[in-house]
């Protein structure tokens, strides 16, 4: 049977509100932004009163719609749009043309906004470069627009927040002079993911889990996101960051907070994060001297995937021929607090990798005593795997005797998928553009969750920016330096995605 184009969605239905797209002219509008709010209003959970405003130039409004509904084509194809269907939809839409470095474009929005709408409240996402933040903060505060006396005012930014703590601390200064916290959103489309907010439920519905969540049953836990794809586009943005910066100091060090946090006292946004910044501030510091035992920097070089022949990272547009920034990081973090004392928690991220997979694994002791060690064929270490992506669901691995009158072991594999029977699982900004229609940021970082992951990677960083050459490992392959070695005396070592 064909999955559906968009199923029904579940959730509540949110007021009608001006979406301000700054930069609208950008590849996130048209990939991201635009797919996800026709889906939200297809199934109820955009008010069809709201209206779409972007903020741009260089295009005629009739231009941009263009490039718009190309890009629907092109990125959501998915989404059957007859012409009459795009047609009613690009009636939501206006357009401000202007410069964002000008008074003039915020003086005309504003403008744009109380005559053409009247609507009370107001999200205004920033898709642009994180250089145009304080800027664009500013330019609404001065024309009134951060203003909340008559309806809500809710500003979403996009990563990366800061290069570095002092440039994060930098900028969550500048724009808490310019808005309140609570009208920031700090948006991290990995928690928009179904499956990583899954799971606060897997953990805190399941009393099944809750007696093994801990130091003594669990040997290590695996967070990761491997990709098979090289940078592509990103050439500028990815000398400058590296898999250090792009994946764990956001990503995956949020997920890392969803697995090793206490239950909340209640499920609202502030008693989650409150939850969450205790496990960052009990992140075991890691000494100069220590970074090269517990964190593996490496890069991709020339390989192969099938037949076809995959360039090096220094062959790629816009790349350095002696550029050394990593493509592959990982780092073993210790949680110094009563529940993971003595747990490792191992991030890793690379690209052209063999395959596109995100996972967290759960690693569990081995029995104190085992009666089958001794057979050629010895039981694997228990998982209970996490996948993020793709096929999200959960498998758990087990031994079992092999059939025959042998009592050597085999893997069985237990699997639970998260959806079945075609059920369509929201895309990431859908649930984020949702949560911050109504309000809800649990899903966003606050600002000191934002500034103590920055100071927990800041020593790696400082000694990685004086490095002068970086390992290599084929692209298409697993084969990277270091990594048995980081894992060593964890049960059944590195899990490599299947």
């Given at each position: 049977?064909?999955?559906?184009?968009?199923?029904?969605?579940?959730?509540?239905?949110?007021?009608?509100?001006?979406?301000?797209?700054?930069?609208?002219?950008?590849?996130?509008?048209?990939?991201?932004?635009?797919?996800?709010?026709?889906?939200?209003?297809?199934?109820?959970?955009?008010?069809?009163?709201?209206?779409?405003?972007?903020?741009?130039?260089?295009?005629?409004?009739?231009?941009?719609l263009q490039s718009l509904?190309?890009?629907?084509?092109?990125?959501?194809?998915?989404?059957?749009?007859?012409?009459?269907?795009?047609?009613?939809?690009?009636?939501?839409?206006?357009?401000?043309?202007?410069?964002?470095?000008?008074?003039?474009?915020?003086?005309?929005?504003?403008?744009?906004?109380?005559?053409?709408?009247?609507?009370?409240?107001a999200l205004f996402y920033?898709?642009?470069?994180?250089?145009?933040?304080?800027?664009?903060?500013?330019?609404?505060?001065?024309?009134?627009?951060?203003?909340?006396?008559?309806?809500?005012?809710?500003?979403?930014?996009?990563?990366?927040?800061?290069?570095?703590?002092?440039?994060?601390?930098?900028?969550?200064?500048?724009?808490?002079?310019?808005?309140?916290?609570?009208?920031?959103?700090?948006?991290?489309?990995?928690?928009?993911?179904?499956?990583?907010?899954?799971?606060?439920?897997?953990?805190?519905?399941?009393?099944?889990?809750?007696?093994?969540?801990?130091?003594?049953?669990?040997?290590?836990?695996?967070?990761?996101?491997?990709?098979?794809?090289?940078?592509?586009?990103?050439?500028?943005?990815?000398?400058?960051?590296?898999?250090?910066?792009?994946?764990?100091?956001?990503?995956?060090?949020?997920?890392?907070?969803?697995?090793?946090?206490?239950?909340?006292?209640?499920?609202?946004?502030?008693?989650?994060?409150?939850?969450?910044?205790?496990?960052?501030?009990?992140?075991?510091?890691?000494?100069?001297?220590d970074i090269k035992h517990?964190?593996?920097?490496?890069?991709?070089?020339?390989?192969?995937?099938?037949?076809?022949?995959?360039?090096?990272?220094?062959?790629?547009?816009?790349?350095?021929?002696?550029?050394?920034?990593?493509?592959?990081?990982?780092?073993?973090?210790?949680?110094?607090?009563?529940?993971?004392?003595?747990?490792?928690?191992?991030?890793?991220?690379?690209?052209?990798?063999?395959?596109?997979?995100?996972?967290?694994?759960?690693?569990?002791?081995?029995?104190?005593?085992?009666?089958?060690?001794?057979?050629?064929?010895?039981?694997?270490?228990?998982?209970?795997?996490?996948?993020?992506?793709?096929?999200?669901?959960?498998?758990?691995?087990?031994?079992?005797?092999?059939?025959?009158?042998?009592?050597?072991?085999?893997?069985?594999?237990?699997?639970?998928?998260?959806?079945?029977?075609?059920?369509?699982?929201?895309?990431?900004?859908?649930?984020?553009?949702?949560?911050?229609?109504?309000?809800?940021?649990?899903?966003?970082?606050?600002?000191?969750?934002?500034?103590?992951?920055?100071?927990?990677?800041?020593?790696?960083?400082?000694?990685?920016?004086?490095?002068?050459?970086?390992?290599?490992?084929?692209?298409?392959?697993?084969?990277?330096?270091?990594?048995?070695?980081?894992?060593?005396?964890?049960?059944?070592?590195?899990?490599?995605?299947?």
């Amino acid at each position: 049977m064909e999955k559906p184009a968009v199923t029904q969605c579940i959730g509540e239905p949110t007021e009608p509100t001006n979406i301000v797209i700054l930069g609208a002219g950008g590849d996130l509008t048209k990939r991201k932004l635009i797919p996800a709010l026709v889906k939200m209003l297809r199934c109820g959970l955009l008010h069809p009163d709201s209206k779409i405003i972007g903020v741009l130039k260089g295009r005629t409004k009739e231009q941009w719609l263009q490039s718009l509904h190309q890009g629907m084509q092109e990125y959501a194809a998915e989404i059957i749009m007859t012409d009459q269907q795009w047609q009613k939809f690009a009636a939501m839409f206006s357009m401000v043309g202007g410069d964002l470095q000008e008074e003039q474009t915020y003086t005309e929005l504003a403008a744009s906004l109380q005559s053409l709408h009247k609507l009370k409240n107001a999200l205004f996402y920033c898709a642009v470069p994180p250089r145009w933040y304080t800027t664009i903060a500013a330019g609404l505060h001065k024309v009134g627009l951060a203003d909340e006396s008559e309806g809500f005012r809710r500003v979403v930014i996009e990563k990366p927040f800061g290069m570095d703590l002092q440039s994060a601390r930098q900028l969550n200064k500048d724009l808490q002079a310019l808005l309140d916290e609570s009208q920031i959103y700090r948006i991290d489309h990995y928690l928009g993911k179904e499956s990583v907010q899954n799971l606060l439920v897997y953990r805190f519905t399941n009393s099944i889990l809750e007696p093994l969540w801990n130091r003594n049953f669990i040997d290590h836990v695996q967070i990761s996101a491997a990709e098979s794809i090289g940078i592509e586009y990103r050439a500028n943005y990815y000398e400058k960051s590296g898999a250090l910066r792009d994946m764990i100091q956001s990503h995956l060090m949020q997920v890392m907070t969803l697995v090793a946090m206490e239950p909340p006292v209640e499920f609202t946004a502030d008693a989650v994060r409150d939850e969450k910044i205790k496990v960052l501030r009990a992140v075991r510091a890691i000494e100069p001297e220590d970074i090269k035992h517990q964190a593996v920097a490496a890069q991709y070089g020339s390989g192969k995937a099938g037949d076809d022949d995959l360039k090096a990272y220094v062959a790629e547009e816009d790349v350095s021929a002696e550029s050394v920034t990593e493509t592959f990081a990982a780092v073993r973090f210790h949680i110094d607090n009563w529940r993971w004392q003595g747990v490792p928690f191992i991030l890793w991220t690379g690209k052209r990798l063999p395959k596109r997979v995100s996972e967290i694994v759960i690693r569990f002791r081995k029995p104190p005593f085992n009666l089958f060690d001794t057979h050629a064929n010895p039981p694997a270490a228990n998982s209970l795997v996490f996948r993020v992506h793709p096929d999200e669901g959960i498998t758990l691995r087990m031994n079992a005797k092999m059939p025959g009158l042998t009592t050597d072991t085999q893997r069985m594999i237990m699997r639970a998928p998260y959806a079945e029977n075609g059920a369509d699982v929201s895309d990431a900004y859908e649930v984020l553009l949702h949560d911050v229609l109504s309000g809800d940021a649990t899903l966003f970082s606050r600002a000191d969750e934002v500034e103590e992951s920055w100071s927990i990677i800041e020593p790696i960083l400082n000694d990685w920016k004086e490095r002068i050459s970086v390992n290599r490992y084929r692209a298409g392959s697993w084969d990277v330096a270091g990594m048995e070695e980081l894992f060593e005396q964890c049960v059944g070592g590195w899990h490599k995605p299947s």
